[in-house]
């Protein structure tokens, strides 16, 4: 086999790697069929998000990249439970090389976030073609099924074109596809003259296996148009760092052993309620006109009173404003306020951000010395993780209904993860579930029963 540490023998090794993945599929008696992965995307999605969200967790100075050093120090913490006990330590050579051929982008500075996915797809064919390669795509995927499916579906895509395994594709291989395909047309409505030209990055008429990844992982998001609202919500700068939070958290909770229980969080719901209690009472108490909700204006009043010391000077007005969009559920606006629910989404929003920030910000100041609210808080990034494990920043219902059959000893959690609860949740009727509509619905679980107990 061809050298690793140049060009041509890395690109050998990955061509290699190609051929032996349709070798395997040709055994099997089974067709690399574009028209099957298309009703695949929902779940590459998934998995890509959750590269996404590494990605995020790298990107630690937010500029939207991540360079050589960043990913081998991470590389180890974000893989090690997944990496064979059989394989070799990574090697930084194979990272350099394998970064070289990911820059497709040219922009310098590290790789982007597709980038990034690029490099795990050619991660992950050459550690399925050799097992004591240790890229970091083959430690992922030798225990985790869910990532090795698409990883697959990712190869077997590319391998719709390129039949011979040669190692690049052409745009008469293409329309050949298209002609002899009995479902064709499922493909040539995503395969346009517009998404052909997505895939020939560099514009020699040859498509490779990097840019056809770099390529695909925009199909498998483009299929899922954005509403409006969360369109809002990922134009937000606090967005990303929310994502970077959870996956934080996640680490927080692998490390200290202790798995995201839905069931031990049910029992600690009359804790949960005594902090709710407390949060709604400043809520109430800075209420001037009794309107039920909190303006800006007040909320940092409100805010002096809940980290303590009576001062907000060292906070950033223009992070507040970002938080109070992200926790305004409603879409009331700034000047019309947050009730109460939506502003234990702003607590808890000020909460992840100050522990993945380590800074000051609401929820960081009281947590450091109130032990019954930081366990609060915990609690319902504990809670939220339950449903989106892997930190990708939502869940769906699938997600959560699959959550629940795992834990079916808990019939407390299984009788009140209900349709109907689904729907409190889903706040934007989107079909999918982000940190601070959990918090919301959460907020309504944990407080159940409370307008009844206030009418008697």
């Known amino acids: 086999m061809s050298d690793l540490s140049?060009?041509?023998?890395?690109?050998?090794?990955?061509?290699?790697?190609?051929?032996?993945?349709?070798?395997?599929?040709?055994?099997?008696?089974?067709?690399?069929?574009?028209?099957?992965?298309?009703?695949?995307?929902?779940?590459?999605?998934?998995?890509f998000d959750r590269l996404r969200a590494i990605h995020a967790k790298c990107d630690t100075d937010g500029n939207g990249t991540i360079d050589q050093d960043v990913l081998m120090k991470a590389m180890t913490e974000l893989f090690s439970e997944g990496r064979a006990p059989d394989r070799d330590p990574v090697r930084p050579s194979v990272v350099a090389r394998t970064l070289s051929m990911c820059e497709l982008e040219k922009k310098g500075g590290g790789l982007t976030v597709k980038e990034f996915i690029v490099m795990c797809a050619i991660g992950f064919i050459l550690a399925e073609d050799d097992d004591h390669l240790s890229t970091f795509g083959g430690m992922l995927a030798s225990n985790d099924d869910d990532y090795r499916r698409a990883m697959s579906d990712?190869?077997?895509?590319?391998?719709?074109?390129?039949?011979?395994?040669?190692?690049y594709f052409t745009s008469d291989e293409v329309k050949g596809l298209m002609t002899a395909s009995k479902r064709g047309d499922a493909a040539m409505n995503l395969l346009t003259e517009e998404r052909y030209a997505e895939l020939d990055v560099s514009g020699d008429g040859r498509v490779d296996f990097e840019e056809f990844v770099f390529a695909f992982s925009n199909w498998v998001s483009a299929e899922e148009e954005e509403d409006d609202?969360?369109?809002?919500?990922?134009?937000?700068?606090?967005?990303?760092?929310?994502?970077?939070?959870?996956?934080?958290?996640?680490?927080?909770?692998?490390?200290?052993?202790?798995?995201?229980?839905?069931?031990?969080?049910?029992?600690?719901?009359?804790k949960i309620h005594k902090v709710f209690d407390r949060i709604k009472s400043v809520h109430a108490a800075y209420d001037h006109n009794k309107s039920g909700r909190l303006n800006l204006s007040e909320l940092k009043n409100a805010m002096s009173e809940i980290v303590h010391d009576g001062s907000t000077d060292d906070m950033d007005g223009e992070q507040v404003e970002n938080m109070f969009m992200l926790s305004d559920l409603d879409h009331?606006?700034?000047?019309?306020?947050?009730?109460?629910?939506?502003?234990?989404?702003?607590?808890?929003?000020?909460?992840?951000?100050?522990?993945?920030?380590?800074?000051?910000?609401?929820?960081?100041?009281?947590?450091?010395?109130?032990?019954e609210y930081r366990a609060a808080m915990m609690d319902i990034v504990a809670a939220y993780l339950t449903f989106d494990p892997q930190g990708k920043g939502y869940f769906t219902a699938d997600e959560m209904h699959a959550?629940?059959?795992?834990?079916?000893?808990g019939k407390?959690?299984?009788?009140?993860?209900?349709?109907?609860?689904?729907?409190?949740?889903?706040?934007?009727?989107?079909?999918r579930v982000d940190f601070e509509e959990f918090v919301h619905g959460f907020s309504c679980w944990v407080t159940a029963g409370d307008d009844e107990d206030e009418n008697e």
């Open 6 to 47: 140049n060009a041509e023998g890395f690109k050998a090794h990955v061509v290699h790697a190609l051929k032996l993945a349709k070798k395997q599929l040709d055994e099997k008696n089974e067709k690399a069929n574009f028209v099957r992965i298309i009703m695949r995307f929902p779940q590459i999605k998934s998995v």
């Open 154 to 167: 990712v190869v077997t895509a590319y391998l719709s074109f390129d039949r011979e395994g040669k190692g």
């Open 229 to 270: 609202d969360a369109k809002k919500r990922n134009a937000n700068p606090l967005t990303k760092r929310i994502l970077l939070a959870l996956q934080l958290s996640k680490s927080i909770l692998e490390k200290n052993k202790k798995d995201a229980n839905f069931t031990r969080i049910l029992v600690r719901f009359p």
């Open 332 to 371: 009331e606006g700034i000047n019309a306020g947050l009730d109460v629910k939506e502003f234990i989404v702003f607590c808890a929003v000020g909460f992840i951000l100050a522990e993945a920030a380590k800074k000051s910000t609401l929820g960081g100041i009281i947590s450091e010395t109130d032990k």
């Open 403 to 409: 959550a629940v059959s795992s834990a079916s000893k």
């Open 412 to 431: 407390d959690a299984a009788s009140l993860l209900t349709p109907a609860r689904w729907s409190e949740l889903d706040h934007d009727n989107s079909g």
